[in-house]
């Protein structure tokens, strides 16, 4: 999400790590950059990380959590003519996922009397372990529970757009549906998100409407994959802005159609990806070994059962985990990087799978070439994290 609102990748805006995932106080935020083309600027937000507290309300001139103060369809049906630029994220279909009666026609075939009222986040954090893959049954009863949650996100944003439509704005408005991430259910051993970056993570809907007004068509095709980052740039330029140049190119300019993807502090690694065309590549770099209780001594913590004073409680390794990332350059890591090739299938919601053997070493090699190129283009030479915190604070002011 933080990609999303800045238009920078993930070490370049450093809202990378859980539980320090606020957004930079010098970061260009969407509406900040709509704030100085002279918009009006109003955000329905939920979730416990796109918060206020968390820099996700800089740039707004309201900012209400969505369904508590005020109903971001009741905004919409009520817009007059006039430069808004509103965002309302909705946290469907992301856990917990809720049975809803109402819904239950929409899994088809599926039988329902067996589906549970709720899974919890807590219930998907339990059962992910790549080690122990679920049992058949419980992967048909969960991804019966998503495909209800994915209805119920779709029922919401058909609302959405109907109280657009209801405002007579809807040829003037440029409409926007993405997702930040996407969800595993058992395709790698894991379910939810966060532990990886497989293709059911990283690919996700993108729709654009694009206004009456606007004369410009977008230069990329509509069968290619894109990154997210490029909707920063993208709306600004629609709204007549000029992004700088650090800013992922927008959907009006034809880029390179490779895709870099970044996710940080994953229990010692971090991880990185390179999606071209239907080839991606996989790198894992290790800043420190991976704790073997990690995953039970998180689980601990979420199920409010952890003792803060064992040598090996979530809090202590996360410490000694952090003292390791901190002193890492990050893509280069503590030596050299695994490299996996892999394939996705044709169409969307496709498979992916491992691309083994002698042939596959050259395009291993061509492709990390160009990630480790994608992932410093803004970058003079690579730092660890420490060290671009002492250079970001000798630019401060003086006190």
Same mark, same amino acid.
């Given at each position: 999400?933080?990609?999303?609102? /800045?238009?920078?990748?993930?070490? !370049?805006?450093?809202?990378?790590?859980?539980? &320090?995932?606020?957004?930079?106080?010098?970061?260009?935020?969407?509406?900040?950059?709509?704030?100085?083309?002279?918009? @009006?600027?109003?955000?329905?937000?939920?979730?416990? $990380?796109? %918060?206020?507290?968390?820099?996700?309300?800089?740039?707004?001139?309201?900012?209400?959590? =969505?369904?508590?103060?005020?109903?971001?369809?009741?905004?919409?049906?009520?817009? #007059?003519?006039?430069?808004?630029?509103? $965002?309302?994220?909705?946290?469907?279909?992301?856990?917990?996922?809720?049975?809803?009666?109402?819904?239950?026609?929409?899994?088809?075939?599926?039988?329902?009397?067996?589906?549970?009222?709720?899974?919890? %986040?807590?219930?998907?954090?339990?059962?992910?372990?790549?080690?122990?893959?679920?049992?058949?049954?419980?992967?048909?009863?969960?991804?019966?529970?998503?495909?209800? &949650?994915?209805? $119920?996100?779709?029922?919401?944003?058909? @609302?959405?757009?109907?109280?657009?439509? =209801?405002?007579?704005?809807?040829?003037?408005?440029?409409?926007?549906?993405?997702?930040?991430?996407?969800?595993?259910?058992?395709?790698?051993?894991?379910?939810?998100?966060?532990?990886?970056?497989?293709?059911?993570?990283?690919?996700?809907?993108? *729709?654009?409407?694009?206004?009456?007004?606007?004369?410009?068509?977008? +230069?990329?095709?509509?069968?290619?994959?894109?990154?997210? /980052?490029?909707?920063?740039?993208?709306?600004?330029?629609?709204?007549?802005?000029?992004?700088?140049?650090?800013?992922?190119?927008?959907?009006?300019?034809?880029?390179?159609?490779?895709?870099?993807? #970044?996710?940080?502090?994953?229990?010692?690694?971090?991880?990185?990806?390179?999606?071209?065309?239907?080839? =991606?590549?996989?790198?894992?770099?290790?800043?420190?070994?991976?704790?073997?209780?990690?995953? !039970?001594?998180?689980?601990?913590?979420?199920?409010?059962?952890?003792?803060?004073?064992?040598?090996?409680?979530?809090?202590? *390794?996360?410490?000694?985990?952090?003292?390791?990332?901190? +002193? %890492?350059?990050?893509?280069?890591?503590?030596?050299?990087?695994?490299?996996?090739? +892999?394939? $996705?299938?044709?169409?969307?919601?496709?498979?992916?799978?491992?691309?083994?053997?002698? @042939?596959?070493?050259?395009?291993?090699?061509?492709?990390?070439?160009?990630?480790?190129?994608?992932?410093?283009?803004?970058? /003079?030479?690579?730092? /660890?994290?420490?060290?671009?915190?002492?250079?970001?604070?000798? !630019?401060?002011?003086? =006190?």
């Amino acid at each position: 999400m933080a990609s999303l609102l /800045t238009g920078l990748s993930p070490w !370049q805006h450093h809202a990378v790590v859980d539980g &320090n995932a606020r957004l930079a106080d010098d970061l260009i935020t969407l509406p900040k950059a709509f704030k100085a083309l002279g918009y @009006r600027t109003t955000a329905f937000s939920s979730g416990r $990380w796109y %918060t206020a507290e968390n820099g996700y309300g800089r740039g707004f001139d309201s900012f209400d959590i =969505q369904g508590r103060t005020r109903d971001a369809s009741e905004h919409l049906a009520a817009l #007059e003519e006039g430069r808004e630029l509103v $965002w309302v994220h909705l946290p469907e279909p992301a856990a917990p996922y809720v049975r809803r009666e109402w819904l239950l026609p929409r899994l088809g075939g599926t039988p329902a009397n067996d589906l549970p009222p709720l899974v919890e %986040t807590l219930d998907l954090e339990t059962w992910s372990n790549p080690a122990v893959p679920p049992a058949p049954a419980l992967l048909r009863r969960l991804r019966a529970m998503y495909r209800l &949650n994915v209805a $119920w996100a779709d029922d919401r944003v058909g @609302r959405l757009l109907a109280a657009l439509a =209801q405002s007579g704005e809807w040829d003037r408005a440029l409409v926007v549906v993405t997702s930040a991430f996407g969800e595993e259910l058992g395709e790698h051993g894991l379910l939810g998100h966060g532990g990886d970056l497989e293709r059911e993570s990283l690919e996700v809907p993108l *729709i654009v409407k694009l206004p009456t007004w606007c004369r410009r068509p977008l +230069a990329q095709p509509r069968r290619d994959r894109v990154a997210l /980052t490029r909707l920063w740039a993208t709306l600004v330029e629609a709204g007549g802005g000029q992004p700088p140049p650090a800013m992922a190119p927008s959907l009006f300019r034809r880029a390179p159609g490779a895709v870099l993807s #970044e996710l940080y502090f994953v229990n010692g690694s971090n991880l990185f990806s390179l999606v071209d065309g239907d080839e =991606q590549l996989l790198w894992r770099s290790r800043f420190a070994p991976p704790e073997p209780r990690f995953r !039970q001594a998180r689980l601990e913590v979420l199920e409010g059962t952890a003792d803060p004073k064992r040598p090996d409680s979530f809090g202590a *390794i996360a410490s000694r985990l952090y003292d390791a990332f901190a +002193a %890492t350059p990050p893509l280069q890591g503590d030596g050299p990087p695994a490299l996996a090739l +892999a394939h $996705w299938d044709a169409g969307p919601g496709g498979g992916s799978r491992r691309v083994a053997g002698p @042939r596959a070493d050259p395009r291993e090699a061509a492709m990390a070439r160009r990630l480790a190129a994608r992932w410093g283009e803004f970058l /003079t030479r690579q730092l /660890t994290p420490e060290e671009e915190d002492r250079v970001w604070l000798d !630019q401060l002011p003086g =006190q």
